[in-house]
T-cell receptor, first 116, second 109 residues
């Protein structure tokens, strides 16, 4: 049973370019979460999605960042006009059911974004 | 804003020693999860505790959830070099996990 898959594992962009990060949840999981881990900081929640719906985007920066989880295909985290401060590790997690007291989130290996 | 304070931030011990990592908050969480993260990889789930006062054991690791569901601890008995890594606690608040800053554990042989 394959785990959460993320690609690319490493991404280098120049300032002003766009970054697209992909996440395929575990088989049978329909809930996807994105987290960001900045250098020397802990993991911070960004957004929670179900198929075709954004449920909670309270952790997303107001500008340049967007996320989607289409009916078919992986979840995408898109960062437009990247800046050096966007350099971080971006992790995707998935869970099999609605958030609840026993909700368990399983993480992918992450995408390490470097902005030059 | 829910916050989780994790201590110590860094721990360096000799093989065979015991250790405890603490995770404290002023907020109540519906559940708390412990992860271990290796450099360059994603967090790997170790355990989920749900009930106040709950104790779970995973080989040499013992996890405890406080009665009020605000704090948790991870105790490792007879640490081994293979236990080296970053240990993270995370509380489930609504839809999202709130993470502590982590404890970097180094076990020397």
């Amino acid at each position: 049973n394959a785990g959460v898959m993320q690609n690319p594992r490493h991404l280098v962009r120049r300032r002003g370019q766009e970054a697209r990060l992909r996440c395929s949840p575990m088989k049978g999981h329909s809930h996807v979460y994105w987290y960001r881990q900045l250098p020397e900081e802990g993991l911070k929640f960004m957004v929670y999605l179900q198929k075709e719906n954004i449920i909670d985007e309270s952790g997303m920066p107001k500008e340049r960042f967007s996320a989607e989880f289409p009916k078919e295909g992986p979840s995408i985290l898109r960062i437009q006009q990247v800046v050096r401060g966007d350099s971080a590790a971006y992790f995707c997690a998935s869970s099999p059911r609605l958030a609840g007291t026993d909700n368990e989130q399983f993480f992918g290996p992450g995408t390490r974004l470097t902005v030059l | 804003t829910q916050l989780l304070e994790q201590s110590p931030q860094f721990l360096s011990i000799q093989e065979g020693e015991n250790l405890t990592v603490y995770c404290n908050s002023s907020s109540v969480f519906s559940s708390l999860q412990w992860y271990r993260q290796e450099p360059g990889e994603g967090p790997v789930l170790l355990v989920t505790v749900v009930t106040g006062g709950e104790v779970k054991k995973l080989k040499r690791l013992t996890f405890q959830f406080g009665d009020a569901r605000k704090d948790s601890s991870l105790h490792i008995t007879a640490a081994q070099p293979g236990d080296t890594g970053l240990y993270l606690c995370a509380g489930l608040g609504g839809n999202k996990l709130v993470f502590g800053a982590g404890t970097i554990l180094r076990v020397k042989s």
